[in-house]
């Protein structure tokens, strides 16, 4: 079983950085991939980047690419989000999610955590 937290997000002008943490707990995060899916209002949720449980291979949406950054730290069971030149796009709830394989399909996330509003004003 592992729990996750979101935090970090809020509102920013376009241009703008956040970076976004997911704290876990539970012993076995280390051993999970780890992936950050977006939700705006009236679509779908999507995938945004994941990590694989040694932060060796990550993956990122075409929309994300060059912009925002994935990161882990199996020591304090974190996983990140650096988001830079964000756009009104980008506006979105964030959500955290463990995996067993490092994928993009929102049904292949065991977990999930509550969600983090990121606010992008132009």
């Known amino acids: 079983q592992v729990q996750l937290v979101e935090s970090g997000g809020g509102l920013v002008q376009a241009g703008g950085s956040l970076r976004l943490s997911c704290a876990a707990s539970?012993?076995?995060?280390?051993?999970?991939?780890m992936g950050w899916f977006r939700q705006a209002p009236g679509k779908e949720r999507e995938f945004v980047t994941a990590?694989?449980?040694?932060?060796?291979?990550?993956y990122y949406a075409d929309s994300v690419k060059g912009r925002f950054t994935i990161s882990r730290d199996n020591a304090k069971n974190t996983v990140y989000l650096q988001m830079n030149s964000l756009k009104p796009e980008d506006t979105a709830v964030y959500y955290c999610?463990?995996?067993?394989?490092?994928?993009?399909?929102?049904?292949?996330?065991?977990?999930w955590g509550q969600g983090t509003q990121v606010t992008v004003s132009s």
């Open positions: 990590i694989s449980w040694s932060g060796g291979s990550t």
């Open positions: 999610a463990a995996g067993t394989l490092v994928l993009k399909s929102v049904a292949e996330y065991d977990y």
């Open positions: 539970g012993s076995t995060f280390s051993s999970h991939a």
